[in-house]
């Protein structure tokens, strides 16, 4: 890529939520007012210690923070290769890292005075993080999920009506994760006057991105204090998932700045890259959608196609900005894993650890099966398990025994 | 630079009439009905055409015109093709101001330079882009003032008189008021509260404030023309439109009178209005 190298990658954005040409806040009028407050509200809390201080309060212990950095031994061992880490996101309260970013934003929102959430899920853990924090807080939630989602996480779905949230089924367009966000983006422009949209990725318009980010960097930085406690070093490389890419941005972005630290982002390649697949990086291209420029899958008309992915955390045509341009400017690999090589990996890492992945890290888990061997022993490889497939389970023993 | 914008909007100003604004969705339900509807527009009474660009993921729209977008796409339209229809149009109609209307992918995917000057010599006198706020004015709308073309920005109830300038600084031909927060087609629009908006827009600019969102019956439009220097007409035409197709949802011998009488109707409710006076 000819794109110049910056002193730092961490940076960004500029004033206006561009990173390098992506990024941005292409919204109707009517939201522009309400991501410019936004904006301020999250200046306003960043430099207030209260805000800090509470937030850490809740992560510690309602959230379970911080979550374990796990040494997978059998999983190395059957490698043969680097010595792989598990970051166990997996193991906070509603089972994902979706809780990092909910729980910053329900904070913003209640120092905004908005009474009404809204939020989009694809997996539905970014909607049960969501359902949980309003029970917490005693805010109305309403839940848009495409109605194909919503036949395929059945258990998520349960949850978010026990935590006295409302789902909303979708039923425009292809009825997953991008008509959901088109429907919340509906709601949110005709309730402007007191509902606050609970943005469950790193993508959308300034400053969701950014404080997204922020909010899931906790990740990478207890990830570099955990490995600096038991190994006395920085990891050699990290691996996360991307769907939108709000797990991996958390864990990456503390790391950018280490030149020592090679970075994984690993798509869903579906069916693979030459048929249906949701990888935005390696089958598409620069584009608009939901409020910022990001690499999309498109067709010669601009119009957006239909991505798939065997989970639905990952099956939207986009991924977030900063994802966009970490690629273009060469910082981060992304790599794709298909549906089939993320059931395989979803199985291997149950069996060897005892631990059963959701089938958006089984992703990650995937290109850690093919990266891990070809690696020394002493090289210290870190994986983001975003979350538990307690969720999948129905879904995969339905794919396992033959019946999808 | 003038274009058919300003001369119609000074021609109506003369009659001390409001114009009538008609929007559908190019290529619904399939490119040559779609031509025959927008030619039909000016003669049942439609004083400015806003023609729809359609897109897979309308964010601001309502189901009836998504569906109205599908509907187009099922049927092969694209971008180029809604230049095309334009292009037809211009070759028997040389006055009536025609906006496209629509988000900004395709175009950006299209090119703006290229677009920008295809649209212009096809006869496109205007684009209303929905997700293109002051805040990205580099993308598209500098370029297309310098290319002659009026940039329509949409005002919101949410818009405050802090931020009306900025909104306003690079808007020509007219402003389109959207007189809820919402999408298309949803809620019907307060009359009054209209009027006062309308009023607070005309203290920061000269330009014609046009409202839509919510119109729906001739009553409604000869309500808000007697508020504002126009009114907006879409999701109704488009409901007429569908409500006219067979099964397959295919267009019948009765399409494009449908959406020509409800023109007509709608029509006669602005004209019937008594014009606020300046």
């Known amino acids: ?404 | 630079m003038t274009t058919r914008i300003d001369t119609r909007f000074a021609e109506l100003k003369s009659q001390g009439r409001s114009a009538f604004v008609t929007y559908v969705m190019a290529g619904d339900p399939d490119a040559a009905t779609s031509l025959n509807i927008v030619k039909a527009l000016p003669k049942a009474g439609a004083d400015v055409i806003e023609l729809g660009i359609p897109f897979t993921d309308p964010m601001a729209d309502g189901p009836s015109i998504q569906a109205a977008g599908l509907r187009a796409l099922k049927a092969g339209m694209t971008l180029k093709k809604t230049l095309d229809l334009v292009r037809d149009f211009r070759k028997d109609d040389n006055v009536t101001p025609l906006v496209l209307m629509g988000y900004y992918n395709p175009i950006y995917i299209y090119g703006v330079d290229k677009f920008l000057t295809d649209a212009k010599s096809a006869g496109v006198d205007g684009l209303i882009i929905v997700d293109l706020p002051p805040e990205e004015d580099d993308e598209l709308c500098i370029p297309a003032l310098k290319a002659g073309l009026n940039f329509i920005r949409l005002a919101t109830p949410t818009t405050d008189d802090k931020r009306l300038p900025a909104v306003l600084a690079n808007t020509s031909g007219f402003v389109y008021y959207v007189s809820i927060a919402g999408i298309t087609g949803a809620a019907a629009a307060d009359a009054n509260a209209v009027g006062e908006a309308v009023a607070r827009i005309k203290r920061h600019t000269r330009l014609p404030i046009c409202v839509g969102f919510g119109i729906r019956t001739p009553e409604a439009a000869r309500a808000i023309a007697e508020k504002a220097d126009g009114s907006v007409v879409g999701t109704a035409l488009v409901d007429a439109l569908k409500n006219s197709l067979d099964a397959e949802g295919r267009a019948t011998a009765k399409t494009v009178n449908a959406v020509a009488e409800l023109t007509a109707a709608l029509a006669q409710g602005v004209k019937g209005a008594q014009q606020a006076a300046e």
């Open chain 1, 1 to 404: 890529m000819n794109v110049a190298k910056p002193n730092s990658y961490r940076s960004g954005p500029d004033e206006r939520g561009h990173f390098g040409i992506f990024g941005g806040r292409f919204v109707a009028e009517t939201l522009m007012p309400l991501i410019l407050d936004l904006e301020k509200a999250y200046t306003a809390a960043k430099a207030d210690p209260a805000f800090q201080a509470e937030m850490n309060g809740y992560l510690k212990n309602y959230v379970g923070r911080p979550s374990p950095l796990y040494f997978a031994e059998r999983l190395t061992e059957h490698l043969g290769g680097a010595k792989i880490y598990l970051k166990r996101e997996e193991l906070n309260h509603t089972g994902s890292h979706k809780v990092n970013n909910v729980l910053g934003q329900i904070m913003l929102a209640r120092r905004m005075g908005k009474k009404r959430i809204i939020a989009e899920t694809g997996a539905g853990q970014h909607g049960v993080a969501t359902a949980t924090l309003c029970a917490r807080f005693g805010l109305e939630c309403v839940v848009y999920m495409g109605a194909v989602d919503v036949e395929r996480q059945q258990p998520n779905v349960i949850r978010m009506e026990m935590l006295g949230a409302k789902v909303m089924p979708v039923q425009s367009g292809t009825r997953t994760l991008k008509d959901a966000m088109n429907e919340a983006l509906r709601d949110w422009v005709t309730n402007v006057h007191n509902t606050f949209y609970c943005i469950g990725t790193v993508a959308g318009p300034h400053p969701y991105p950014t404080l997204v980010r922020d909010f899931q960097s906790i990740i990478g930085n207890e990830t570099r204090a955990q490995m600096q406690e038991i190994e006395g070093r920085l990891p050699d490389s990290l691996v996360a998932c991307i769907g939108g890419g709000s797990n991996a941005m958390g864990l990456f972005h503390p790391f950018l700045d280490d030149p020592t630290v090679e970075i994984f982002g690993v798509e869903a390649a579906g069916h693979g890259l030459t048929q249906l697949h949701a990888a935005s990086i390696a089958g598409g291209r620069p584009g608009v959608l939901h409020g910022n420029r990001t690499y999309l899958l498109m067709d010669a008309d601009g119009q957006i196609q239909d991505a798939h992915s065997i989970s639905a955390g990952l099956d939207y045509p986009g991924i977030g900005p900063e994802h966009s341009w970490l690629h273009e400017v060469g910082r981060v690999n992304y790599l794709s894993a298909t549906d089939d090589e993320a059931l395989a990996a979803f199985q291997l890492l149950s069996k060897l650890e005892g631990i059963i992945p959701a089938l958006e890290p089984a992703h990650a888990i995937a290109k850690v099966m093919e990266l891990a061997p070809k690696r020394p022993r002493d090289h210290l490889m870190v994986v983001n398990l975003s979350g538990r497939g307690d969720k999948d389970v129905p879904q995969v023993g339905d794919i396992l025994r033959g019946k999808k």
